[in-house]
């Protein structure tokens, strides 16, 4: 940190202080050029010639990087909730962008009652497999 920053930082109680507002001043959160560049990468996307899981991994460090851009403080309740918004939202578009033979497999997902998670395996072993060649789609 150079003495012209440091100064600024010189008077906080905390080094949690000092992170918090080193973030809300450098963070890049408010770039929305690139925030509107990444969602465009993420609508476009399509599962097209690569695997299932080549086409997740796509979306997935998409995902990734866009949250960088969008730290939000709310409390525990909250922000529970609202990641399972994003998740349901990420699940949809993961869905939109396969191709169509596995549709039948969406159909099945959709209809039940709590939408798995994209990041997680299951627990249990009755997991949702397309028989392809490449028998990359497991829920």
């Known amino acids: 940190m150079t003495p012209e920053i440091s100064r600024n930082y010189m008077f906080y109680f905390s080094a949690r202080e000092i992170w918090e507002n080193l973030i809300e001043t450098y963070s890049m959160k408010e770039d929305s050029a690139a925030c ?10 399509r599962q097209g010639t690569l695997s299932v899981t080549e086409y997740y991994g796509t979306l997935n460090g998409l995902w990734i990087e ?4 969008q730290g939000m403080k709310m409390c525990k309740a909250n922000s529970i909730a609202y990641t399972r918004l994003i998740e349901r939202g990420r699940i949809f578009k993961f869905f ?19 939408l798995p998670s994209l990041s997680k395996k299951p ?3 009755s997991c949702l497999t397309k028989e392809t060649p490449t028998q990359d789609l497991q829920w």
Not at 36 to 45: P, R
């Open 96 to 114: 939109h962008g396969l191709n169509f033979e596995y549709n039948p497999i969406q159909v099945q997902i959709l209809g039940k009652e709590q």
């Open 66 to 69: 866009l949250d960088q851009y």
């Open 123 to 125: 627990d249990d072993q």
């Open 36 to 45: 509107y560049d990444i969602e465009s990468k993420i609508f476009n996307s």
